[in-house]
């Protein structure tokens, strides 16, 4: 899960836990609930306001505790790392020095929790969020038991990795908070957000809608700007990029001007994502390294990630690839460093199972040792042999949880194939082919997909993509890879083959989709077909492989394919030796004049309407017509 979810989420509680709970006859409570009031809207101004207060001599504790609870929040919005720890530390000094009630400090520890978690203190957080827990069912306290409820399917979801466990603390949340409070909103934020970053993005859609219904009732800005967000990238996903990147041009200078870095970053990188679509290189550049200065300065580590891929991947659509392998560097060193912190979290939770099981034996073992020497030694047999237990469960645990993890962050949600990211990773550890053989790429588009969505439904174009991910799995050998590439389209790529084998499979793929149907769940059978675009890689024998480019060449041909009626196939296969760049670049933009020159052959299942200017407009990211 991304952390920006967290950080999101936290505003509502911190308003709800400390702007609500000022008695009425403190002077300075107009003050501190105009502090959170303004977090959604105007982080900066909420700054102003609490360094205003806490200049102030003689504060009582639990007013300050507020006031520096509204600080922490603020500055955490606007990527203040250094600042957030400050006034969470004060927060805490507060708390545990006794100059709070037990309910004044029940609220100060659950709202400030997971801030800790925010600032890498995992362990610290989950301890804390686990004694207000326990404070708030002594004191009755329903509202601070919720939000820490809130707090722990954090940690499951971010330290953890549990998504799954994750959402149903998230929707505790959502059964517990009074309706149409804040935290209500925050829960179900949390749970439709939890959803996009699963890849569940057609049964998030409803709850984003009511969402924005929700949090434009309640007037909370940021959560208005971050819905339309998502809603825009749904949007993408389901074919529209041109409406997509009018909301994403529009929201990420909006989130800006209301100082949301953590919205701003993630709108952006979206903005960079289909400017990479279209093929415009040099937005899609602009906008990922604005992103990425976003996230670092932010500390949002899985958006940082995130951008460090999409990046990468504009550098090698750019043909610098370079450029590209220190990002990929990068990331992977993350990755690996977050991989080994959530196996040492999941390591603390379950050694604090053992610790509770060790205390309460030791516990039993004093008090038999008055006249029980025999029952003693029993039990502490018991009890070794459960640490040791437990202690064989942390590993396997462990290891599972690794190899789950791994295979999580390789796989497409919907169709269980290899996502994008991974499908580029392992083209590019491919041995090369045999002299006369090259690798070959297969990029499938679904046909009149967007038409699917509307006359079915989302969730019935969801079995249609799940469907059509098993018939290419079938259809492949053992080792050809099968990716979703975005959307409707996929990947497949061939270790080795010739012209004749390409023609051959990219045919075999095409009946074997064209012969089957898809039974939906209104038991309607719906026939689907595909248009398919293929290239090899080098695309001229004996040049090093250029994989952008390989892609690149099989979209032209797909865009031909689509142009030309569908349901068909064509293989663009270049067979000049010692051929220049710009060769490389006049086959990408027109493939017949490089056919006519002597440089590739072209076999397709069908007569393709391809002129030059058809190529141009392609080569510019221009869509096909649905």
């Known amino acids: 899960m991304d952390r920006a979810l967290l950080l999101f989420c936290l505003l509502g509680i911190g308003s709800l836990v400390q702007a609500q709970t000022i008695p009425s006859i403190n002077p300075d409570e107009a003050r501190l609930a105009r502090c959170f009031e303004m977090l959604r809207s105007n982080p900066k101004q909420s700054v102003e306001i609490a360094l205003e207060m806490l200049d102030r001599p003689a504060l009582s504790p639990r007013v300050e505790t507020r006031a520096q609870a509204c600080l922490a929040f603020s500055r955490q919005l606007l990527g203040d790392h250094a600042g957030t720890a400050e006034a969470v530390d004060r927060v805490l000094a507060i708390a545990d020095s006794g100059n709070l009630d037990e309910t004044e400090r029940l609220q100060a520890i659950v709202s400030i929790s997971p801030l800790l978690q925010f600032l890498g203190r995992v362990t610290e957080a989950l301890e804390r969020l686990t004694e207000a827990q326990t404070l708030a069912i002594q004191l009755d306290d329903r509202s601070s038991q919720t939000i820490a409820l809130f707090g722990i399917g954090n940690v499951h979801a971010i330290e953890l990795g549990n998504n799954e466990r994750a959402l149903e603390y998230f929707q505790q949340v959502r059964d517990l908070a009074p309706p149409g409070t804040r935290l209500q909103l925050d829960g179900a934020y949390a749970h439709a957000y939890t959803l996009m970053l699963m890849g569940r993005h057609q049964q998030a859609r409803p709850e984003l809608e009511r969402l924005l219904s929700d949090a ?45 870095s953590a919205g701003e970053a993630i709108t952006r990188l979206r903005l960079a994502r289909v400017h990479l679509q ?64 959530q196996n040492m979290a999941q390591l603390a939770v379950l050694q604090d199972s053992i610790d509770d099981i060790t205390s309460a034996h030791r516990s039993e073992r004093q008090r038999i040792e008055l006249g029980q020497a025999n029952r003693r030694r029993d039990l502490a047999l018991v009890a070794l042999a459960m640490v040791i237990l437990l202690v064989g469960v942390v590993g396997v645990h462990q290891r599972r949880t690794h190899t789950r993890l791994r295979h999580l962050s390789a796989t497409d949600p919907l169709t269980g194939l290899l996502n994008r990211r991974e499908m580029l990773r392992r083209l590019a550890a491919l041995p090369a082919p045999a002299d006369g053989q090259r690798m070959l790429l297969l990029l499938i588009d679904v046909d009149h997909f967007k038409s699917i969505n509307t006359r079915h439904g989302h969730a019935e174009g969801d079995t249609v993509l799940a469907a059509i991910s098993t018939w290419l799995t079938e259809a492949c050998d053992a080792g050809d890879l099968v990716a979703r590439w975005g959307g409707e389209e996929f990947l497949v790529a061939r270790p080795a083959t010739d012209l004749d084998g390409a023609a051959r499979f990219a045919e075999h793929v095409r009946a074997g989709v064209r012969d089957g149907s898809v039974v939906l769940d209104d038991g309607q059978r719906v026939s689907v077909t595909v248009s398919i675009g293929a290239a090899p890689v080098p695309f001229f024998p004996g040049d090093p492989p250029h994989l952008p480019a390989g892609i690149r060449i099989a979209d032209s041909a797909l865009r031909a394919v689509k142009g030309s009626g569908r349901d068909g196939w064509a293989v663009l296969w270049g067979h000049a030796a010692g051929v220049s760049d710009a060769t490389l670049a006049s086959v990408e933009h027109d493939p017949m004049r490089a056919a006519d020159n002597g440089w590739l052959r072209i076999q397709s299942s069908r007569p393709l309407q391809w002129p030059a200017r058809a190529l141009a407009a392609a080569a510019l990211g221009d869509a096909a017509p649905e």
């Not at 550098?315 to 690996?336: D, N, T």
């Open 278 to 341: 279209t093929g415009e290189l040099d937005r899609a550049r602009t906008h990922a390294e604005a992103a990425l200065l976003l996230m670092e300065s932010g500390r949002f580590e899985m958006e940082t990630m995130e951008a460090l891929l999409l990046l990468a991947e504009v550098h090698e659509a750019a043909g610098a690839p370079a450029a590209a392998l220190p990002l990929l560097r990068r990331e992977r060193e993350m990755a690996a460093a977050r991989t080994q912190r």
């Open 216 to 260: 434009n009732r309640q007037a909370h800005g940021i959560t208005v700007l971050r819905v339309r967000s998502h809603l825009a990238e749904v949007q993408r996903l389901d074919g529209d990029i041109a409406g997509a990147s009018a909301v994403f041009e529009t929201l990420h200078a909006e989130q800006h001007a209301v100082g949301d």
